[in-house]
């Protein structure tokens, strides 16, 4: 499962310039703006950042999310580190939502969603956005924003006192509000997104020690339970860890916690792995190895196995599709991915896709105003999962290491680290 099959001729995009494929230097430019107005355009006045509806305006009918709103700060952060000079206002106000309307004073923490006289509707604290709390204030404070690196600070202590478990090397998955209660179950998605948000943290603060717990995590998650499996990862556990392959059988859609294996999260970890192996002063070989095998699989066994181009949402332990819908997301993991492990390898064939993926965009996902979220199995536009157009975050990443990436339209690699960061 290693080897990485080759696009076929089906795949194989167009020439640069063809309407497929544009030119990707001016293309990702303009990619760079349009995503950047979308997260402006999603500022809420009274505070966060609101869900956006699929012509770009505000859905008043939803609550304002914690994940939404760090993802957006998370991105102005990375704009404004490049040079953007209106981002820094997105993250400030980013900050300000995170210190008081979404922030627990009570017991601290930060609460999942808040009504629009903020009231939380969830007042569970969950891995998932606490991750995102740590992400943004990391990637603030390297931006060099008022207040964020006292956002950091408290993130980085939560998170380390409630989520972490150091006998496990793991997460806990969510707590009730005043940390009483942890949930009986254990999940490889916030567990992904805390590795991501453990870079940004070691980047923001020079403490090797939140690299240290990435390498705990990927190596369970991965290069154990995934290469059990064949690199089908399994998402869902016990809180001590047992797999639960049969888990939301009956809700396979479930946007957070869907059936089976996720293909898209193939593809993000092969990128985080390797953003964890530049990071490592003696990085172990199988970040690499497990990199590029989870990448394979992700081609071979999510990649228009239906007839019809683009990465099927989730697949069962036999391969077969169970999610068929087209998540923009999934494709901009896929681009990320293979951006980067072009970078690490030279390897052609990570470019043959990258060129692929970046077609696909360019003709199913991408429009005047960004990119939509959904499509159903025929690339047509959906809203089975994910109605409207919530956030910017993998997108806006995906073009930003496009931008970056060597060999393949942009102007060099990144410097370790500075997406997660």
């Known amino acids: 499962m290693t080897d990485v099959p080759r696009p076929n001729a089906d795949t194989t995009p167009a020439p640069a310039g063809s309407p497929a494929l544009p030119d990707l230097d001016e293309f990702l430019a303009d990619q760079t703006r349009t995503l950047l107005d979308t997260a402006r355009r999603s500022v809420r006045p009274e505070g966060g950042f609101w869900w956006l509806t699929d012509d770009r305006t505000p859905d008043r009918g939803e609550p304002v999310f914690t994940w939404i709103t760090c993802r957006m700060t998370h991105v102005a952060a990375l704009a404004h580190r490049n040079g953007d000079p209106d981002a820094a206002a997105l993250v400030d106000h980013g900050i300000a939502a995170l210190t008081t309307l979404l922030r627990d004073e009570r017991y601290g923490g930060w609460f999942s969603a808040v009504d629009q006289q903020g009231v939380p ?42 989520f972490w478990d150091a006998d496990t090397g793991s997460v806990r998955e969510s707590w009730n509000r005043d940390w009483t209660v942890t949930e009986d179950y254990r999940g490889a998605n916030s567990s992904m997104h805390m590795v991501e948000a453990f870079l940004a943290a070691a980047a923001a603060t020079g403490d090797a020690s939140w690299t240290d717990r990435a390498l705990r995590i ?44 996720t293909i898209g999260h193939w593809l993000e970890w092969a990128r985080l792995l390797l953003e964890l192996e530049a990071v490592l002063p003696q990085p172990p070989r199988w970040l690499l190895d497990d990199a590029r095998a989870l990448f394979a699989a992700s081609v071979r066994r999510g990649w228009a196995v239906d007839g019809a181009d683009g990465f099927v949402y989730t697949i069962d332990w036999d391969d077969r599709p169970v999610v068929r819908a087209r998540m923009h997301w999934v494709l901009a993991e896929a681009v990320g991915a293979a951006a ?82």
């Open 340 to 421: 980067t492990l072009h970078r690490r390898t030279g390897d052609e064939v990570y470019a043959d896709w990258y060129r692929v993926f970046w077609a696909y965009a360019c003709q199913h996902l991408v429009d005047g105003t960004g990119w939509r979220h959904e499509l159903d199995p025929g690339n047509r536009p959906a809203d089975t999962v994910w109605h409207g157009r919530p956030d910017v975050y993998h997108a806006y990443q995906a073009v930003l290491l496009s931008r970056s990436a060597d060999g393949l339209g942009g102007p060099g690699p990144l410097a370790p680290g500075e997406v997660a960061a």
């Open 218 to 261: 990927a190596d369970h998650l991965v290069h154990g339970e995934a290469a059990r499996h064949d690199w089908r990862l399994p998402e869902h556990y016990t809180a001590d860890w047992t797999p639960l392959p049969d888990y939301n059988r009956d809700q396979p859609a479930d946007p957070f916690r869907p059936y089976g294996s």
């Open 121 to 162: 509707v969830d007042d569970r604290k969950a891995g998932y956005d606490h991750a995102f709390v740590l992400l943004a204030a990391s990637s603030a404070a390297r931006a060099g924003r008022p207040g964020a690196d006292r956002l950091l600070a408290d993130a980085q202590a939560v998170v380390r006192d409630r």
